[in-house]
């Protein structure tokens, strides 16, 4: 990567001032830095004027998702538009504004988050909770035929479409972009680029290639990919035009006999056609709806297209629905399995990652111990300084959550840069961050204290500890999904008494999104339908939180192996996880007492593995040296 400035900030503290210079990454600009903040917005006007062009439709609820047209997670600013008419911006939410109430749908991650952000104008649904309807349930049992709920049929999935019964959904235009107006950002046209298939392990022929098999397999004509991510991998090129994702906006068509990439011709250079060579064939972002359109109106009766479980009712429209199948999409299954090449790259990007978050964490002790006064913000910024000193460093792979006692216990929460705590010695430090690179894309939480933590607080972190261990050495038949396990790492807090609403680990994408489906660890039912398979990668984060106290997640990327086991009943063979993160535990938040002798042995064995990995890559840093040292001792 080409950096062509270098930022410096000056941060003002009481004691000592200290420059940290900040690199404007290749993908994530750097006005976007900083936390998602927990201030109120106020959304009278925004409401008002809402409800106006609803009543002039004549449209009695008005559904407002957080996904985009391609329903990615971590939408682009244009597409925030849940976060605009709510003020409530965490990743995963559905507003309903009916003629005279406003409701937000949310999880249990962001609870205490929404309970900030929102005025006095929205009630909070806490999804999850006794007796809370999830909103399409909402839809279904309070806006009966013949009222009309409307949505943007671009923004719901023609498979979430259909399970809404009851209610006469109303296809328009997008209301909220009429209230957002002029002020609503363009959509980005960032520089599109070519992944080395150094880096990737196969190329996009190859991948091509697998998804026509999986055609002539299901008997259909072409596969319609409407996902970001699924674009960029199956063509092996990445972009910038959402924050910390490194996808751009595309469309794709593979058919037999070709392949059609829809994208702005803007953000293609003469690398990229080189690139994609003859196999595949370029037509603009907008062509991408009346293509298909043309597609639908030349198909037969016995004609079949595949499209996603997250494609939009516009695209199932477009086509026709008689032609169209709706199923998982296969490149999912294909890039959840990783290959050597990609698996090598995790390896060695969350070796040198784990560098980072040592220096980091030694620096801010020393920091700490020295009286220096520090801000959530400012040790957010630090560690990104780190990172971005790494080779085939490319940017974060999301805000750092980077939290301060009583912060950690907001699940998502990241530190607003203009008004946030500051990290002290005497409570809990909880700092969930991950960076993209080249081979790899990471994502690691620790929780440390840098005074004395209390016995509860000693008892809860162990309790996570325990679970955490469980999952990572977990050994289990071929055939077993995430769904199945996720009790493994609850056990020991639910000896206690205690919990957490989040799931215990997601997929990650290889320098794509840190967020990638279908397999996962929870207690999500889709779990259940996608066994874990070698090859995939699924975070390990059991956490602990004392709402108002504070925050305890242990996170660590683990990579799913086949196990050597003694027998193998059923001939079904055996599966197990390598963990690739690379960063010790909070050491004096360990309470030894409550660790088995194997558990024990694992910590020692883990920290062992770290000092051997990461201690190289600190030649020139003796303060990390010495803090990594002490803290991989063993118990």
């Given at each position: 990567?080409?950096?062509?400035?270098?930022?410096?900030?000056?941060?003002?503290?009481?004691?000592?001032?200290?420059?940290?210079?900040?690199?404007?990454?290749?993908?994530?600009?750097?006005?976007?830095?900083?936390?998602?903040?927990?201030?109120?917005?106020?959304?009278?006007?925004?409401?008002?004027?809402?409800?106006?062009?609803?009543?002039?439709?004549?449209?009695?609820?008005?559904?407002?998702?957080?996904?985009?047209?391609?329903?990615?997670?971590?939408?682009?600013?244009?597409?925030?538009?849940?976060?605009?008419?709510?003020?409530?911006?965490?990743?995963?939410?559905?507003?309903?504004?009916?003629?005279?109430?406003?409701?937000?749908?949310?999880?249990?991650?962001?609870?205490?988050?929404?309970?900030?952000?929102?005025?006095?104008?929205?009630?909070?649904?806490?999804?999850?909770?006794?007796?809370?309807?999830?909103?399409?349930?909402?839809?279904?049992?309070?806006?009966?035929?013949?009222?009309?709920?409307?949505?943007?049929?671009?923004?719901?999935?023609?498979?979430?479409?259909?399970?809404?019964?009851?209610?006469?959904?109303?296809?328009?235009?997008?209301?909220?972009?009429?209230?957002?107006?002029?002020?609503?950002?363009?959509?980005?046209?960032?520089?599109?680029?070519?992944?080395?298939?150094?880096?990737?392990?196969?190329?996009?022929?190859?991948?091509?290639?697998?998804?026509?098999?999986?055609?002539?397999?299901?008997?259909?004509?072409?596969?319609?990919?409407?996902?970001?991510?699924?674009?960029?991998?199956?063509?092996?090129?990445?972009g910038a035009d959402i924050e910390f994702n490194p996808v751009f906006f595309g469309y794709a068509v593979v058919a037999a006999d070709g392949a059609i990439?829809?994208?702005?011709?803007?953000?293609?250079?003469?690398?990229?056609?080189?690139?994609?060579?003859?196999?595949?064939?370029?037509?603009?972002?907008?062509?991408?709806?009346?293509?298909?359109?043309?597609?639908?109106?030349?198909?037969?009766?016995?004609?079949?297209?595949?499209?996603?479980?997250?494609?939009?009712?516009?695209?199932?429209?477009?086509?026709?629905y008689p032609y169209i199948s709706i199923t998982r999409s296969p490149i999912a299954d294909l890039k959840s399995i990783k290959n050597a090449t990609e698996?090598?790259?995790?390896?060695?990007?969350?070796?040198?990652?784990?560098?980072?978050?040592?220096?980091?964490?030694?620096?801010?002790?020393?920091?700490?111990?020295?009286?220096?006064?520090?801000?959530?913000?400012?040790?957010?910024?630090?560690?990104?300084?780190?990172?971005?000193?790494?080779?085939?460093?490319?940017?974060?792979?999301?805000?750092?959550?980077?939290?301060?006692?009583?912060?950690?216990?907001?699940?998502?929460?990241?530190?607003?840069?203009?008004?946030?705590?500051?990290?002290?010695?005497?409570?809990?430090?909880?700092?969930?961050?991950?960076?993209?690179?080249?081979?790899?894309?990471?994502?690691?939480?620790?929780?440390?204290?840098?005074?004395?933590?209390?016995?509860?607080?000693?008892?809860?972190?162990?309790?996570?500890?325990?679970?955490?261990?469980?999952?990572?050495?977990?050994?289990?038949?071929?055939?077993?999904?995430?769904?199945?396990?996720?009790?493994?790492?609850?056990?020991?807090?639910?000896?206690?008494?205690?919990?957490?609403?989040?799931?215990?680990?997601?997929?990650?994408?290889?320098?794509?999104?840190?967020?990638?489906?279908?397999?996962?660890?929870?207690?999500?039912?889709?779990?259940?339908?996608?066994?874990?398979?070698?090859?995939?990668?699924?975070?390990?984060?059991?956490?602990?939180?004392?709402?108002?106290?504070?925050?305890?997640?242990?996170?660590?990327?683990?990579?799913?192996?086949?196990?050597?086991?003694?027998?193998?009943?059923?001939?079904?063979?055996?599966?197990?996880?390598?963990?690739?993160?690379?960063?010790?535990?909070?050491?004096?938040?360990?309470?030894?007492?409550?660790?088995?002798?194997?558990?024990?042995?694992?910590?020692?064995?883990?920290?062992?593995?770290?000092?051997?990995?990461?201690?190289?890559?600190?030649?020139?840093?003796?303060?990390?040296?010495?803090?990594?040292?002490?803290?991989?001792?063993?118990?």
């Amino acid at each position: 990567m080409l950096i062509t400035a270098v930022r410096v900030f000056q941060l003002r503290l009481p004691t000592r001032s200290i420059r940290i210079l900040r690199p404007p990454h290749s993908y994530r600009p750097l006005s976007t830095m900083g936390g998602i903040g927990t201030q109120t917005v106020n959304t009278t006007d925004r409401l008002a004027a809402l409800r106006k062009l609803m009543a002039e439709r004549n449209i009695d609820a008005c559904i407002v998702p957080s996904e985009d047209q391609h329903f990615s997670e971590y939408p682009a600013e244009c597409d925030k538009r849940r976060a605009f008419i709510s003020g409530f911006n965490g990743s995963a939410g559905t507003a309903i504004v009916t003629k005279d109430r406003a409701y937000l749908f949310t999880d249990g991650r962001y609870f205490l988050q929404a309970e900030k952000q929102l005025d006095k104008n929205w009630a909070l649904m806490k999804q999850g909770l006794p007796d809370v309807p999830t909103w399409q349930e909402f839809i279904t049992k309070n806006v009966t035929a013949p009222a009309h709920a409307g949505i943007d049929p671009e923004l719901i999935s023609a498979f979430e479409a259909k399970s809404i019964t009851g209610t006469d959904l109303t296809y328009s235009e997008n209301l909220v972009d009429l209230v957002w107006g002029s002020a609503q950002p363009a959509r980005p046209k960032n520089p599109v680029f070519a992944l080395d298939v150094k880096y990737a392990g196969r190329d996009h022929v190859n991948k091509l290639a697998g998804v026509r098999e999986e055609l002539e397999k299901q008997k259909a004509r072409a596969l319609v990919v409407t996902m970001l991510d699924e674009v960029a991998w199956l063509f092996n090129l990445r972009g910038a035009d959402i924050e910390f994702n490194p996808v751009f906006f595309g469309y794709a068509v593979v058919a037999a006999d070709g392949a059609i990439l829809f994208l702005d011709p803007a953000q293609v250079s003469q690398e990229v056609l080189s690139h994609l060579g003859q196999d595949v064939q370029l037509r603009p972002y907008d062509a991408f709806i009346p293509y298909l359109k043309g597609l639908g109106a030349g198909l037969q009766d016995d004609d079949k297209v595949l499209i996603g479980d997250k494609a939009s009712v516009a695209v199932a429209e477009a086509l026709g629905y008689p032609y169209i199948s709706i199923t998982r999409s296969p490149i999912a299954d294909l890039k959840s399995i990783k290959n050597a090449t990609e698996i090598e790259g995790f390896r060695a990007s969350h070796i040198r990652d784990g560098s980072a978050l040592v220096r980091y964490f030694a620096w801010l002790e020393e920091q700490l111990n020295q009286g220096v006064e520090l801000s959530e913000s400012q040790g957010a910024d630090q560690l990104e300084k780190f990172r971005s000193e790494l080779p085939l460093f490319k940017g974060l792979s999301f805000t750092t959550i980077s939290s301060a006692g009583p912060n950690g216990a907001i699940i998502h929460y990241s530190p607003d840069p203009h008004d946030c705590a500051i990290i002290r010695k005497d409570q809990i430090y909880l700092c969930d961050s991950g960076g993209q690179y080249l081979d790899g894309t990471t994502d690691v939480t620790r929780t440390l204290h840098f005074g004395t933590p209390t016995a509860e607080q000693r008892r809860a972190f162990t309790r996570v500890l325990q679970g955490h261990i469980a999952i990572d050495t977990a050994v289990f038949p071929t055939g077993t999904s995430g769904y199945n396990i996720d009790t493994w790492a609850r056990r020991y807090l639910w000896r206690d008494g205690l919990d957490y609403r989040h799931g215990t680990g997601h997929g990650v994408g290889h320098f794509l999104n840190v967020h990638e489906g279908p397999q996962g660890i929870g207690t999500r039912i889709a779990y259940n339908s996608t066994p874990l398979r070698a090859g995939m990668t699924v975070s390990n984060e059991p956490g602990y939180y004392a709402d108002g106290e504070y925050g305890i997640r242990i996170e660590n990327i683990v990579i799913v192996r086949e196990a050597q086991t003694p027998h193998n009943f059923g001939d079904k063979g055996y599966l197990g996880f390598e963990h690739v993160t690379m960063a010790p535990m909070g050491r004096n938040l360990i309470e030894v007492s409550l660790l088995s002798m194997e558990e024990r042995g694992w910590v020692d064995a883990y920290h062992k593995e770290i000092w051997e990995k990461v201690s190289p890559l600190l030649e020139g840093d003796a303060r990390a040296r010495a803090w990594l040292q002490r803290e991989c001792a063993p118990l």
